[in-house]
């Protein structure tokens, strides 16, 4: 992909991953939130973000899921404490794998938390011309 068109998809990444937040915030909702769903959105959430940022900043998109291999190319405008990409990474695979179910686990809770802290990040690096345009 040519750099416009890769410019071009970023307000549909946004949008993807906009779209995969409104369903977990209601799930958080929820008495009986499962911590394996909250799990996946959170980390889906952040490579959708993560894509936006790497389309509009640069050429070139890794494809891959591993949450740790993404911010590389955006790692110095994300601030993320400590341990926070392993978080959503190793979340997500245990939420997929090991089955982790029933209410919130604080693990979950954090990586849905790191998800809007790297949205908050993310957007303040996109031009406002790609928040506009982002697809609903």
Known sequence: MRASEEIAVAPKWMARAEGLSRPATLLLGTKDCP???????????????IATAVTTLQS???KTHDIRRLPQVVEPCLDLPEGGQKCLTDCAANARYLG??????????????LAGRVRKQICSLLPKEILRRRMH
């Open 35 to 49: 911590a394996a769903v909250l799990c996946s959105y959170a980390q889906q959430v952040v490579g959708k973000l």
């Open 100 to 113: 982790l179910g029933g209410a919130p686990s604080s693990e979950a809770l954090r990586a849905f938390s």
């Open 60 to 62: 070139g998109f890794p």
